[in-house]
C-alpha cells in the first residue's frame, strides 16, 4: 500500500511569477525606510542590505460555498422606542475564492497577512517557471491542518461583513457558517525576503514579489518621540500660562 505523501514532499498545482527583480527591490526597500514621521532620518541611507532572496513561499489557497445565518443587536431603533438597541437578523449565501493559507515555516502568521492579496489569476503551471534554480520552500502545513485554519479565517471574514451590514453600533453579534464544497489547490506564492541592518541592529522587510507590496519593521527615532513629548509638554505649560494670565486679568476688572 503506497504511503500518503507528507506536507514537504507536496507538489504545488500552480506558481505565481515573480513581477520584480533584485535590482528593483533595494530601490523599494529604500523608499519605504524613508516613509513615516517616526522612522530615522537617515534610516533609507543608512540601513546596510545584507541579504536579498527571492522565494517561492507555499500557501494553500482555498475556495468554499458558505451559508450563513446571522444575529446582532443594533442601536438604530424606531423614533420614540422605549430601549436603546433593538434586535436584527439575517441570512446570506456567498461562494468565497482565494483564501490563502500559509503552510511556510519562514514567514509568520502575521507576515502571511500582511504580504497578501496576490493576484491567483496570473499563476501558472509548475512546469512553466524555472523552480530548479529557485529556492522553493517545503510545504510545512499539511492539508488537513490548513483546512482548519481555512474555516477560521471563513468565519473571521463573514463576522466582519457582516459587522459592516449592520447601520449603528452592534452588539451581541452571532453568526453561524455552514460551508460545502471546500477545495484547496497547493500554491507557491513570490516573495522578497530581505535582511538590512540599522545602527548595527538587525531588520526584516518581505515584498510581495507579485504585487510589490512591502511588510516589515523598520527603525523607531527616539529622538523625534523626545521632541514631541517636550513639546506636548511646552504646549501644555503654555497653555496653563495663558489661563493663569486671563484669570489674574479677570481680577483686576
Known amino acids: 500500500m503506497q504511503s500518503r505523501p ?42 546596510v542590505i ?46 468565497y475564492d482565494s483564501i490563502l493559507v500559509g503552510a511556510s515555516g519562514i514567514l509568520t502568521p502575521q507576515e502571511v497577512q500582511e504580504i497578501a492579496p496576490f493576484d491567483l489569476s496570473a499563476g501558472v503551471r509548475p512546469d512553466e517557471i524555472d523552480l530548479v534554480h529557485a529556492i522553493v520552500e517545503e510545504f510545512r502545513v499539511t492539508k488537513r491542518d490548513a483546512r482548519a485554519m481555512a474555516r ?14 449592520i447601520s449603528g453600533s452592534t452588539r451581541n453579534i452571532h453568526v453561524n457558517n455552514r460551508v460545502q464544497a471546500m477545495s484547496s489547490v497547493p500554491a507557491l506564492l513570490p516573495v522578497w525576503i530581505m535582511a538590512y541592518q540599522y545602527k548595527e541592529k ?14 516589515g519593521i523598520a527603525p523607531f527615532s527616539n529622538a523625534k518621540l523626545a521632541l514631541v513629548i517636550v513639546l506636548i509638554f511646552a504646549a501644555i505649560l503654555l497653555l496653563i500660562a495663558v489661563v493663569a494670565l486671563g484669570s489674574i486679568a479677570s481680577h483686576h476688572l
Open 152 to 165: 477560521a479565517a471563513i468565519d473571521r471574514i463573514v463576522a466582519e461583513e457582516v459587522r459592516g451590514r
Open 202 to 215: 538587525p531588520y526584516r522587510v518581505l515584498v510581495n514579489g507579485q504585487t510589490r507590496e512591502v511588510y
Open 6 to 47: 507528507s506536507a514537504r514532499t507536496l507538489e504545488p498545482h500552480v506558481v505565481v511569477p515573480f513581477q520584480i527583480d533584485a535590482s528593483q527591490v533595494e530601490g523599494m526597500i529604500r523608499e519605504w525606510l524613508g516613509r513615516g514621521f517616526w522612522r530615522p532620518n537617515d534610516a533609507a541611507q543608512a540601513a
Open 50 to 95: 545584507s541579504k536579498v532572496t527571492a522565494v517561492y513561499v507555499p500557501f494553500w489557497v482555498f475556495s468554499a460555498e458558505v451559508e450563513t445565518a446571522w444575529t446582532a443587536d443594533t442601536s438604530q431603533v424606531p423614533a420614540g422606542a422605549r430601549g436603546n438597541w433593538r434586535p436584527v437578523a439575517g441570512t446570506s449565501q456567498r461562494r
